[in-house]
């Protein structure tokens, strides 16, 4: 399995995960809502879990 199927692998597995969590648990999917709605309120949230896919793509990457 090469780097980008695994990135797409993960990727799959998270919207997966995300769409089980707003299912199971409906906080999850009012709050998904919620951000939604009020964007320009919550854009501190947007910014970091930008800050944390990038972290757990691109960190410890050695630079060719």
Same mark, same amino acid.
């Given at each position: ?14 919207? &997966?995960?995300?769409? &089980? ?6 906080? &999850?999917? =009012? ?18 879990? =930008?800050?944390? &896919?990038?972290? =757990? ?8």
């Amino acid at each position: 399995m090469n780097t980008s199927a695994k990135r797409i692998a993960t990727l799959g597995a998270a919207l &997966v995960f995300f769409v &089980v969590a707003c299912l199971l648990f409906p906080r &999850v999917l =009012a709050f998904t809502e919620l951000a939604a709605r009020e964007l320009r309120y919550l854009w501190w949230l947007v910014l970091m879990v =930008a800050l944390g &896919v990038w972290l =757990a793509f691109f960190s410890g990457r050695r630079r060719p």
